[in-house]
């Protein structure tokens, strides 16, 4: 059974750096699929944040690009993300998943992690 | 990047009823990657529908995706009572991924 797990601080002070953790079990981080991370305030829509695969090779939303960077560490099983510069718009639950590379179907999340919320505050 | 419009914004039906729901792209899908997922409160999504009309493993056959290019539904045959929560679409045809601001299924 697949399982991601977030984890990090809940609470961030504005125009400082949001950095969480997602822990994977049940799976190899090395076995193929992608991991990534998705974000979604209270309320409100899912927005993708960017994905990394196994090898280190990442791909961000253009919207975010310039202030995210997402690493894994393979010898932990686990991928974690880092956004600098965050405002208090930027409170939101974010959410750990796995998708696919594409030409399987697309880049489906097929398994989420709980989700963490973060808030942005002063 | 790709906007996807999501048709109706909410949807009142009973129990048993079919649901129907419309996923519109500003710009064709590549490769029909379009996605449908479930949320309920205080959950993280579920995914039901990838490739357009492919189900994910375990969603029961009274979920099913169709549709091409920019117009993509999710019916649901039988409305059942965990089956009311919002619905959102997804697409990775192009980057960035996208999804649609959803559809609230609620009980009438």
């Known amino acids: 059974q697949v399982q991601l797990q977030e984890s990090g601080p809940r609470l961030v002070k504005p125009s400082e750096t949001l950095s969480l953790t997602c822990a994977v079990s049940g799976y190899s981080i090395s076995s193929g699929y992608h991991w990534g991370w998705i974000r979604q305030p209270p309320g409100k829509g899912l927005e993708w944040i960017g994905s990394?695969?196994?090898?280190?090779?990442?791909y961000y939303n253009p919207s975010l690009k310039s202030r995210v960077t997402i690493s894994v560490d393979t010898s932990k099983s686990q991928f974690s993300l880092k956004l600098s510069s965050v405002t208090a718009a930027e409170t939101a639950v974010y959410y750990c998943?796995?998708?696919?590379?594409?030409?399987?179907?697309?880049?489906?999340?097929?398994?989420w992690g709980q989700g963490t919320l973060v808030t942005v505050s002063s | 990047e790709i906007v996807l419009t999501q048709s109706p914004g909410t949807l009142s039906l009973s129990p048993g009823e079919r649901a129907t729901l419309s996923c519109r792209a500003s710009q064709s899908v590549s490769s029909n990657y379009l996605a449908w997922y479930q949320q309920k409160p205080g959950q993280a999504p579920r995914l039901l529908i990838y490739?357009?009309?492919s189900r994910a493993t375990g969603i029961p056959d009274r979920f099913s995706g169709s549709g091409s290019g920019t117009d993509f539904t999710l019916t649901i045959s039988r409305l059942e009572p965990e089956d009311f929560a919002v619905y959102y679409c997804?697409?990775?045809?192009?980057?960035?991924?996208?999804f649609g601001p959803g559809t609230k299924v609620d009980i009438k």
């Open positions: 997804q697409q990775s045809g192009s980057s960035p991924f996208t």
């Open positions: 490739g357009a009309s």
């Open positions: 990394i695969y196994y090898s280190g090779t990442t």
């Open positions: 998943a796995r998708h696919p590379g594409a030409g399987t179907g697309g880049c489906y999340f097929d398994y």
